[in-house]
């Protein structure tokens, strides 16, 4: 049981390149979000999907897309990036418990663009 | 934008000292998590909370749910050098549907001095 894992670990891209980061889980959850982390400014939502097929808007969604074709996988996309998305991506997977959620996140994806 | 306000920010202690820390918001939640996150890890959940004047531990942690729903608390006994990381708050804000979403505070950075 992995858990959540996240593609890749690390990565940099030069301003206007394109690259999707890939969010696994094998815990069968319905919910899955992508979140950024920067210095002092906690974990911000960028998009979360309750279900395969569905995706929804989250706090800083601007410039990313996602997709959740797989109840297992949940795609984060950066059609052209941007230094302003230089950041620690993480993806978390979620159940309800009694309507309340437990998210577990996966390792992060460190990105760089220059 | 954030709607949690964490402090402290960061603490510097000596090994075997109690921490304590504590998250405030205008808005009433739900549901109040506690995370801690190493360095160049994600988040990993210590203490879930589901009722408001909840009280729950988990070994050397214990973390309340405030009274009046709107903020939260987490005590940390005899610190060891392990407990070094960042500790976040997150919550479900009443209202928010059955998302699952949380909103997370800035963070409170420990560093234990041994």
């Known amino acids: 049981n992995a858990g959540v894992t996240q593609t890749p670990k690390f990565r940099v891209l030069k301003t206007g390149q394109s690259m999707t980061l890939l969010c696994a889980q094998d815990?069968?959850?319905?919910?899955m979000y992508w979140y950024r982390q920067d210095p002092g400014m906690g974990l911000r939502l960028i998009h979360y999907?309750?279900?395969?097929?569905?995706?929804a808007k989250g706090e800083v969604p601007d410039g990313y897309n996602v997709s959740r074709l797989k109840k297992q996988n949940f795609l984060l996309g950066l059609e052209s990036a941007a230094p302003s998305q230089t950041s620690v991506y993480f993806c978390?997977?979620?159940?309800?418990?009694?309507?309340?959620?437990?998210?577990?996140f996966g390792p992060g994806t460190r990105l760089l663009v220059l | 934008g954030q709607q949690l306000n964490q402090s402290p920010q960061s603490m510097f202690i000596q090994e075997g000292e109690d921490v304590s820390m504590n998250c405030t918001s205008s808005?009433?939640?739900?549901?109040w998590l506690w995370y801690k996150q190493d360095p160049g890890e994600g988040p990993v959940l210590l203490i879930a909370?589901?009722?408001?004047?909840e009280l729950t531990s988990n070994g050397r942690l214990t973390a309340q749910f405030g009274i009046t729903r709107k903020d939260s608390f987490l005590n940390i006994s005899a610190s060891i050098p392990s407990d070094v990381g960042i500790y976040f708050c997150a919550g479900q804000r009443q209202g928010s549907g059955n998302t699952g979403k949380l909103i997370f505070g800035q963070g409170t950075t420990l560093q234990v001095k041994p």
């Open positions: 999907s309750v279900g395969e097929g569905t995706t």
């Open positions: 815990m069968n959850h319905e919910y």
């Open positions: 909370l589901y009722k408001a004047g």
């Open positions: 808005s009433i939640f739900n549901t």
């Open positions: 978390a997977s979620s159940y309800l418990l009694a309507g309340a959620p437990r998210q577990y």
